[in-house]
C-alpha cells in the first residue's frame, strides 16, 4: 500500500515541504531509512541524520529549518512524534481493516449478527453473546455464553474471552489473554487439603481498555472483576478476582496483583511489580519496576524497593547500602586498631 506525501500530510493536517507526489510503502527509522520509506525526526539527537537518510519523507515538528541540504521530502506538523503515531494508528486500522464471516467458524444461532462485523476462521461465539457494530473476532478466538462486546473492539487470535464477562466499545484484546478464568479460591480443609471455592462473578472491561498478549484477568467470586476505561495492560500480566482498576491507569509486564485490591485512576506501575491483596492505591501513584506494594497507598505516593517506600528515600538508603562491604571493612579496620592501643 503506497501514500504521498500529499495524502499523508492531509491525514495529519501538516504542510509539505519537497516534492507532494513522491510515494512512500514502508516505514523506518530515520537512521535506516531508505527509498520509499516513511521516517520521523522528534528527538534532537537524532537531527545528524536527516542531512544523511535515504528515506523519502520525514515527518518533523513544524519549527524545524534545515541548516544543510537534505534530500527527503519533509511533512512539518505541530509534534512529529504523536503525527508519527497518529499515521501509525491510521495505518494499522487499513491493514487489519477485515470484513465477513470466514469458514470454518461457529456462531451459535441465539447471536444477532450486525452487518459490520469480522470473525476469522475457527473462532467460536456462545449462546446469547451481544455484539457490537464493527467488532473483529480474529481466527481461533473464542468467545463464551452471555458475553457483551461494545462497538470496535477486537478480540486477536487465540484470546478468550468466557462466559458473562462484559466488553466496553473500543477494547482490544491480545492474542493469549483470558479474560474471565476462575479466581484463585480454594477453602482448607480438615484433612489438610482444599475445597474449590465457585466463581460466580464476571469480568468488566469499560471503554477504550488495552490488554496484552498472555495477560489474564480472573472472574470474581461475587460481583465483578472492573477494569476502567482507559486502563492499559501489557503482556502477561496476572490481575486477580475482584480487583478494580481505576481509568487511564498503566501496568508494564509481568506484574501481579492479588485479589479484592482496589488501583486508583492514573497510576503508573512498573514491570514485575506485585501487589497484595485486599489494599486501596490511591490515584496518580507511580510504582518503580520490581517493588513489591505490601501496605495501603496514598494519592501521588511515588514507590520503590520490595518492601516498597518512597521513592526519594530509597534513591538516598541505596547510597549507604550499595556502599556496605566498604562501611564494614573500614568498621573492621579500626576496631584492629583500636584493639592494638589496648
Not at 86 to 95: S, V
Not at 144 to 162: T, W
Not at 165 to 174: D, M, P, R, S
Amino acid at each position: 500500500m503506497k501514500f504521498t506525501a500529499e495524502q499523508i500530510a492531509g491525514i495529519l493536517e501538516g504542510i509539505v515541504v519537497g516534492d507532494p507526489n513522491i510515494e512512500v510503502s514502508k516505514l523506518a527509522k530515520i537512521e535506516e531509512g531508505t527509498e520509499g520509506s516513511l521516517t520521523f525526526l522528534s528527538n534532537l539527537k537524532y537531527t545528524p541524520y536527516i542531512y544523511t537518510t535515504k528515506a523519502s519523507i520525514t515527518i518533523v515538528n513544524s519549527d524545524f529549518e534545515p541548516e544543510k541540504p537534505i534530500s527527503t521530502t519533509l511533512i512539518k506538523v505541530e509534534d512529529a512524534y504523536e503525527g508519527f503515531s497518529k499515521l501509525l494508528e491510521y495505518y494499522d486500522r487499513i491493514k487489519s481493516n477485515k470484513s465477513g464471516i470466514e469458514q470454518p467458524s461457529f456462531i451459535s444461532d441465539t447471536v444477532e449478527v450486525p452487518d459490520e462485523i469480522y470473525v476469522g476462521a475457527f473462532a467460536y461465539i456462545g449462546h446469547n453473546v451481544e455484539l457490537g457494530t464493527n467488532v473483529k473476532i480474529f481466527p481461533n478466538a473464542y468467545v463464551g455464553d452471555n458475553v457483551k462486546i461494545g462497538d470496535n473492539s477486537v478480540i486477536l487470535p487465540g484470546a478468550k474471552v468466557y462466559s458473562d464477562c462484559v466488553l466496553g466499545t473500543n477494547c482490544v484484546i491480545n492474542s493469549g489473554a483470558i479474560i474471565g478464568a476462575d479466581g484463585f479460591g480454594f477453602a482448607p480443609t480438615k484433612d489438610g487439603g482444599y475445597v474449590k471455592i465457585p466463581q460466580t462473578g464476571n469480568v468488566i472491561l469499560e471503554d477504550f481498555v488495552d490488554i496484552g498478549a498472555g495477560t489474564t484477568i480472573d472472574r470474581a467470586t461475587i460481583g465483578s472483576t472492573i477494569i476502567r476505561t482507559g486502563v492499559k495492560l501489557d503482556n502477561q500480566i496476572q490481575i486477580a478476582h475482584n480487583v478494580e482498576i481505576g481509568k487511564n491507569t498503566v501496568i508494564a509486564a509481568q506484574s501481579g496483583v492479588a485479589g479484592s485490591t482496589k488501583i486508583g485512576e492514573h497510576c503508573q506501575i512498573g514491570g514485575q511489580v506485585g501487589i497484595a491483596g485486599h489494599l486501596t492505591i490511591g490515584n496518580n501513584v507511580k510504582v518503580q519496576a520490581q517493588s513489591g506494594i505490601g501496605r495501603n497507598v496514598k494519592d501521588n505516593e511515588v514507590l520503590q524497593g520490595s518492601p516498597s517506600f518512597g521513592y526519594t528515600d530509597w534513591n538516598k538508603s541505596y547510597v549507604y547500602f550499595k556502599n556496605l562491604p566498604k562501611l564494614v571493612k573500614t568498621i573492621n579496620e579500626l576496631e584492629k586498631k583500636v584493639d592494638g592501643h589496648n
